[in-house]
């Protein structure tokens, strides 16, 4: 399993939520460096205030700080305690400095900076796990998991529990490029045919469908490396 407590996830991942467009893409190629996927994500949630979010798989907190704009309070889980202690961080500080990798041995020095307009002090972090969340877990207005479900051991097991994560007319965002892999989800749990088709059928009974779309993300790994992927991104509404 990759290791997602290693310096080098957390730099690219400090990147990914963090990073100017310059930083992250820093050749012209097709406008793709402007895209900000983390930030896009919230933004697909109906815009109204709302009591209490759930950031599930916040990674290093940018979502959860973002969701904190129309959120009373926010809380953001994730698997990783260093992804968790840089949130934390941010929280704290408002910053934190990290490398990006150039090329080789080589890094450049950054500084990861909260977004505008957010409200820490409503953001709480923890790491924890999707699958075993605590029983008190419910009733939340929003809940967000981007980039998760295909990094889950047994993504039913989140999808069966989501209908008593959310309040009625509570909504749901997932964001996710369906990229199953053996190492984080053994192959029995993965879905039987096309995944958007399982997704829709695993949450038709609790939930209705209000929009879906496709959004690219972009992960630097070094000055001419970079993962591209596509995520399918669905927003659902408890009944």
Not at 2 to 18: F, I
Not at 214 to 225: M, V, Y
Request: with cysteine.
């Amino acid at each position: 399993m990759q290791d997602y407590e290693s310096q080098k996830l957390l730099n690219e991942y400090l990147l990914m939520h963090y990073g100017t467009s310059e930083e992250r893409m820093p050749w012209t190629l097709g406008g793709i460096g402007a895209l900000d996927f983390v930030s896009r994500t919230v933004e697909f949630f109906t815009q109204k205030r709302v009591g209490v979010s759930l950031d599930l798989g916040c990674a290093v907190g940018r979502s959860s700080f973002l969701l904190s704009k129309t959120s009373e309070k926010v809380i953001g889980i994730d698997f990783s305690q260093s992804f968790i202690d840089a949130a934390n961080q941010m929280k704290e500080h408002g910053s934190i400095a990290y490398q990006i990798k150039e090329e080789g041995d080589r890094c450049a020095d950054a500084v990861a900076l909260l977004p505008k307009g957010v409200s820490p002090e409503k953001v709480s972090f923890a790491q924890g796990d999707a699958l075993n969340l605590p029983a008190g877990f419910k009733g939340f207005d929003r809940v967000h998991a981007s980039n998760l479900l295909c990094r889950l051991p047994e993504p039913m097991v989140l999808l069966n529990r989501l209908p008593q994560l959310l309040a009625s007319g509570g909504e749901v965002v997932f964001a996710t490029p369906f990229s199953w892999l053996e190492q984080y989800t053994p192959k029995q749990h993965w879905p039987q045919g096309d995944s958007w088709k399982w997704l829709q059928a695993a949450m038709k009974d609790h939930f209705t469908l209000l929009h879906e779309t496709d959004e690219p993300f972009l992960i630097r790994e070094h000055g001419r490396k970079f993962q591209l992927g596509v995520s399918k991104i669905s927003v659902w509404r408890r009944h």
